[in-house]
């Protein structure tokens, strides 16, 4: 019932910059934590960073220092700033929504965007 849709992605070269975005769409849910994965050709589904309702962000070790996230919880939104970008950050980038309630049920789920490519190479 909860659509995640990703833009942004693209090509760019060694220490350059990019920026990813992701919007929530629905009626009647809260999103508690919302973040960025990415799964490179060969690997799994890793986190790159996740920020809570309540204000906790995590960002995976590879990523600490290069990327920022940023949510506008109102609004449902989420970016992710991505600096100093390496050919090791090459992967496909999935929005999340995790512990997302929807009206008044009583269990959460989580959410998936379609996934949008990410290339850094000259």
């Known amino acids: 019932q909860v659509h995640l849709v990703e833009s942004g992605g693209g090509l760019v070269q060694p220490g350059g910059s990019l920026i990813l975005s992701c919007v929530a769409s629905?009626?009647?849910?809260?999103?508690?934590?919302m973040g960025w994965y990415r799964q490179a050709a060969a690997g799994q589904r890793d986190l790159v960073a996740r920020?809570?309702?309540?204000?906790?962000?995590k960002y995976g070790d590879s990523v600490k220092g290069r990327f920022t996230i940023s949510r506008d919880i109102a609004k449902n939104t989420m970016t992710l700033q991505m600096n100093s970008l390496k050919p090791e950050d090459t992967a496909v980038y999935y929005c999340?929504?995790?512990?997302?309630?929807?009206?008044?049920?009583?269990?959460?789920?989580?959410?998936w965007g379609q996934g949008i490519q990410v290339t850094v190479s000259s």
């Open positions: 629905g009626s009647d849910f809260s999103i508690y934590g």
């Open positions: 920020q809570t309702t309540d204000g906790i962000t």
């Open positions: 999340n929504a995790d512990r997302v309630f929807l009206g008044a049920a009583p269990t959460p789920a989580d959410y």
